[in-house]
């Protein structure tokens, strides 16, 4: 499977790793199988090759056990952290805030790969 | 034959009524032309930030009250991971452990009975854009459109407890809950623009078991109609499947309203692999409990406080008042009738509302909010028959009348140029009334042999001579104390 394009900036080792991190107690030996690698990289939509997951399980497992190392802290009765700053997110007023649409459209659509009658045009999915 | 029990819990997705989408600021107002409101956040560009829209996290909040919930001090959002093309981050904004509301209950009224229907949690996320696979056009050949206005509309998604056993409760409840968050001023309601989209887990199990069977999900179900015939449907299918030796897997299925059937979607096996986790573009949201108190106080009296009080003021049946409180400006509009036209009056007030301006309404297919008559002109006309001025049938004459002649008119006023008054008068019909006797001597007659039709006949004369307006229980009185 290719690797999956335009969908953002969104970093797809964001999602990989992140998540991977996020869910460390699925992973009761604190070690990955090439297996996993693979999964969780279809699930991300990554394509990667035998040695190339090999490399990344590698990668993986350093990270794990420095966490494992972490988990040797006590952390009873400490509340988890949903960010690294101690911040809270801040709102924005109801308000719309975009005016010429048809001129941002037009910008968008003309770098879109492919674009029809003001619609993103994607290969054909059907449920 | 075993005896079956239905279990059903229900997710339901409602568009929270915001100008702004929940993370950007594009309008959200339905129907505009494809991708006139999807802005750099909206179609996921690089380096853009979501922001959070304040009012989506108030109507969280008011929802939270309304239902009695627990407002989270602190909430997270989190990325809910999957590809599809109109989706275009990759992931939707949700929240996974930190919802905003946690909890409550939705009291519902099944037929006769109320039943409390308790609530898990209510979350914001945002939804994601449409994909269009038909009518593309030449050029669009082999292609899917993708829309991505609707990308990034705020949504509450409100989950119950599995505690509904009959696709009749399953409605009541999403009625309930339909009322609810139009009454509160959270949704627009609107079902066909899918401003209100129901989810249905159901499953079922032996009669007196206490764990549950497999359940399978129907999706998307916009309008009530919908939710009954795919739960039943969907029952009757369980049933079959498991009497014929078979077994329920887990799956999503969708409801085919033309065929009346659901099926099962083609199921992915990683289908719900979504790996959630915090999403670090957003910091945690503080709701502070000033926030929370004083969304309290902007909150409307409630429909079910609305209905015990309406039962309490003006001795109307739980059924009348469940009916007066299906919507906020219907309770409304009652209640300024029931001022206008004095308390006393209250159940005739009802009857006016729900029997001739709903028919009224229905007919001409308008909402109470677009009522031709105005509370203060159905409560003026209240007030002249409650105090004998007009008939009942002179006042439907009246009502219609009021209806077409705009806002400015009063039943007194018509009542006043068209000279309907009730003739109550003992003297008047007196007179009336022998002249008659001495004209059907013939009837007088019939009516000292015996026969009551006769009378009935006379009283109509009487009705006739004075054109409608003769006081028909007066005019009774009169005749039967001339021919005793």
Known sequence: MAPSRGCGGKNFYDTLYGSLVYHLSDFV??????????RIAHLARIEVD????????????EIFSLIETMQAVDTQGVEPMAHAQELAQRLRPDCVTENDQLALRAAFQAIAPEAEAGLY???KVIE | MKQWEVVIGIETHVQLSTRAKIFSGSSTAFGAAP?????AVDIALPGVLPVLNRRAVECAI????AVDGEIAAKSVFARKNYFYPDLPKGYQISQYELPVVRGGRLPVQVGEREKMI??????LEEDAGKSLHEGLGQAAQGRSGIDLNRAGTPLLEIVTEPDMRSAAEAVAYARALHALVRWIGICDGNMQEGSFRCDANVSIRPAGETLFGTRREIKNLNSF?????????EVRWQIATIEDGGSIEQATVLFDADSGETRAMRSKEDAHDYRYFPDPDLLPLVIDRQWVAQARAELPELPAARRERLMADSG???YDASILTASLDLANYYEATVTAAGKENAKICANWVMVDLAARLHREDRDIGESPISAAQLGGLIARIADGTISTSMARKVFDELCSGGQASSADAIIASQGLQQISDSGALTALIDELLAANPGMVAEFRSGREKAFNALVGQVMKATRGQANPQRVSELLRQKLA
């Open chain 2, 225 to 233: 109609r919908f939710l009954q015939q795919a739960i039943d449907y």
């Open chain 2, 316 to 318: 109307l049946s739980a």
């Open chain 2, 118 to 123: 308790a609530l898990t949690r209510a979350h």
């Open chain 2, 62 to 65: 008011r929802f939270g009250l």
């Open chain 1, 121 to 123: 045009l994607v290969p």
């Open chain 1, 29 to 38: 030996t604190m070690s990955l199988t090439l297996e996993q690698v693979h």
């Open chain 2, 35 to 39: 991708n006139l409101q999807a802005n």
């Open chain 1, 50 to 61: 035998e040695a190339e997951a090999r490399r990344t399980l590698g990668q993986l497992n």
